[in-house]
Structure formats: structure tokens, C-alpha cells
Antibody
């Protein structure tokens, strides 16, 4: 079965960076992409960014451009999301989801990780 | 940019009764390949979102047939024929990277 397992909760100070991992299994990693979606406390879902596990192409939501970097490690079938210059309003659950393999395709988010809580507090 | 608008935002239901959620987009969702990539997700309390319906009307594996999706162009509907306790949570319609606000299905 397809599984996406994310790293554990993080507590960071404002201005710091956080790197969340998403370990995948059960499918051919390079045949898909990974999107990252976040959910602030009590709020809805917000797409942040996407990376192709095939060629490393990325797309970022304008709101996160310049502050987020996505990477993948094909050898461990793991995707990573780094968010820099953290603010208190970055406190949220961060999800990875399996997604479209190439840019230009339509996102489908068919399998999700369990979420990683990132808390930003001084 | 596409805006997805769901209604209602809160839907109190009686178990065993039918429920219907509407999703409207600010522009037609018919893609250049002729398909419409409108999906529905359920997020149960304390859980990750789970996709229920893809491309308007296709149920994902393991999704009960009491769930059905329909619609075209800019207007879409998710229907639950007989609500069960496990159906409670927040439902999202999604197209591309655009999420609706969510509809909370709760017990009346």
C-alpha cells in the first residue's frame, strides 16, 4: 500500500527555519510528485508547493515564494519541505500528499501523510 | 485565479438522512484535455484529509457507494445518501491547488 510518513512535531522560535520530511513507500517514487499543504489551527487547507520526484521541478504558491524550498532524495524516496524566517502565523499542521508527476498536470492529492505540527513561539 | 465556494459551511444532519454539499467555482473547470479535475475530500476530526471522489464523480477505492459526486462546468455537488457516524467531519472540494473553505458535517 501507499504510505507517506512525516517527521515529528517541531517547536521553533520566530526567525528560525524548519525542515519537515515525508518518507514514502508502496509506489514508484519517481512516477509522482509531492505537494505540501498546510492547515492553521481551526482553519482550512492551503496548498503551499509541489515538487516532481522525477526531475525536481518545483512550483510554489506566491505567498511562500522565497521562503520555502522543496527537495527530494530518490535513494530514500523521501521528500523534504524547508520553511525559513518562521513567524507565529506559520504555526500549523503541514501535510505532504502524493501528487501529479509533471508541471502542467492537474493536482490530485490521492494519498496524504499524517501531518507534522510546527509551532512557532518565542 | 480560481475561487472555490462551498455551501453550506455547516451542515447539521440526522444519522440515516441524506446530505448534499454544493461547490461552485469562479470559472469553468473543464480542462484543455476535456476532463474536469474537481475532487472531494473528507477530513475527519484529528485525521489527515482523505480523497473520496476524483474528477467529479469517480469514487476512490474503499469509498462507500452512499457517496456520489456530480456536476459540470462551475457547479458541483457531493451527495451522501444515508449519513453514518463515520461520515462526520469537514468536506472540501478542490480543483488544482484551489481548496474550498470546507463544509462541516455534524450531528443535528
Amino acid at each position: 500500500q501507499v504510505h507517506l510518513v512525516q517527521s515529528g512535531a517541531e517547536v521553533k522560535k520566530p526567525g528560525a527555519s524548519v525542515k519537515v520530511s515525508c518518507k514514502t513507500s508502496g509506489y514508484t517514487f519517481t512516477n509522482y510528485g509531492i505537494s505540501w499543504v498546510r492547515q492553521a489551527p481551526g482553519q482550512g487547507l492551503e496548498w503551499m508547493a509541489w515538487i516532481s520526484a522525477y526531475n525536481g521541478n518545483t512550483k510554489y504558491a506566491q505567498e511562500f515564494q522565497g521562503r520555502v524550498t522543496l527537495t527530494t532524495d530518490i535513494s530514500t524516496t523521501t521528500a523534504y519541505m524547508e520553511l525559513r524566517s518562521l513567524r507565529s502565523d506559520d504555526t500549523a499542521l503541514y501535510y505532504c500528499a502524493r501528487d501529479v508527476p509533471a508541471s502542467g498536470g492537474k493536482n490530485f492529492f490521492d494519498f496524504w501523510g499524517q501531518g507534522t505540527l510546527v509551532t512557532v513561539s518565542s | 485565479d480560481v475561487v472555490m465556494t462551498q455551501s453550506p459551511l455547516s451542515l447539521p444532519v440526522t444519522l440515516g438522512q441524506a446530505a448534499s454539499i454544493s461547490c461552485r467555482s469562479s470559472q469553468s473547470l473543464v480542462y484543455s484535455d476535456g476532463n474536469t479535475y474537481l475532487h472531494w475530500f473528507l477530513q475527519r476530526p484529528g485525521q489527515s484529509p482523505r480523497r473520496l471522489i476524483y474528477k467529479v464523480s469517480n469514487r476512490d477505492s474503499g469509498v462507500p457507494d452512499r457517496f456520489s459526486g456530480s456536476g459540470s462546468g462551475t457547479d458541483f455537488t457531493l451527495k451522501i445518501s444515508r449519513v453514518e457516524a463515520e461520515d462526520l467531519g469537514v468536506y472540501y472540494c478542490v480543483e488544482g491547488t484551489h481548496f474550498g473553505q470546507g463544509t462541516k458535517l455534524e450531528i443535528k
